[in-house]
């Protein structure tokens, strides 16, 4: 699990600042995503990328900006930052081999972010 | 899209019982369907995970059914233990896709007491 970092693994900001969360990844996994989880929705995906310089949408993707220029490195951006983002953000990568699309995806330790 | 439903949100067993909880999905393309683990304040981990093609998978003390026809999948855990209680999500992929997508269902809090 050392293998995928975020950081930071807090942050405080206020409403209507751009924040940037990294997500760094060493096994060159060609699948990264982006989730956020608030008590009773579990983990609701924000952002996926199957390789860089693709990216898509998830189920929760407003006022979330992501960019994939490398394999290793999956920022997310929250462009201008409301209370509603307070969350724990989790970034998660997993490998596609041998024509599988389904693997286990690992997950960082997470980002907590505080929006007042 | 896939929608995943996940029940019960609690469950509180006494040391030794056994635990189970169900999962239900929409996609009837689904084809995998993962079950993590998330300890207080830590990330959420793989524990078990089904693919379409059987209907059990067993490792030790845990083990999870999949029914396709219902579209239905369970984690059952035996002999539960103290250092079991924690969030236990279901998932299951978009069918159809290359993405590797996962779909959470909203966890269930596992305690268990000594």
């Known amino acids: 699990d050392a293998g995928i970092t975020q950081s930071p693994r807090y942050k405080i900001t206020e409403t209507g600042r751009q924040v940037t969360l990294m997500c760094h990844q060493t096994w060159s996994h060609s699948y990264m995503f982006w989730y956020r989880q608030d008590l009773g929705h579990g983990l609701r995906l924000i952002y996926y990328?199957?390789?860089?310089?693709?990216?898509d949408k998830g189920e929760v993707p407003d006022g979330y900006v992501v960019s994939r220029s490398k394999t290793e490195n999956f920022p997310l951006t929250l462009e201008s930052a409301t209370r509603s983002q307070t969350s724990v953000y989790f970034c998660?990568?997993?490998?596609?081999?041998?024509?599988?699309?389904?693997?286990?995806?690992?997950f960082g330790p997470g980002t907590r972010l505080t929006v007042l | 899209g896939e929608n995943v439903e996940q029940h019960p949100s609690t469950l509180s067993v006494q040391e030794g019982d056994s635990a189970v909880i169900k999962c239900t999905y929409s996609?009837?393309?689904?084809?995998?369907f993962p079950w993590y683990k998330q300890e207080l304040g830590k990330r959420p981990q793989l524990i078990i995970d089904i693919r379409s093609n059987v209907g059990e998978k067993k490792d030790q003390r845990i083990a999870v059914t999949l029914n396709k026809t219902a579209k239905h999948f369970s984690l059952h855990i035996t002999e539960t233990q103290p250092e079991d209680s924690a969030v236990y999500f279901c998932a299951a992929n978009a069918g159809g896709t290359s993405y590797g997508k996962l779909t959470f269902g909203q966890g269930t809090i596992l305690t268990v007491h000594p």
């Open positions: 996609d009837s393309a689904s084809n995998y």
């Open positions: 990328s199957a390789a860089a310089d693709i990216t």
């Open positions: 998660a990568s997993s490998e596609f081999a041998g024509g599988v699309s389904y693997n286990e995806q690992f």
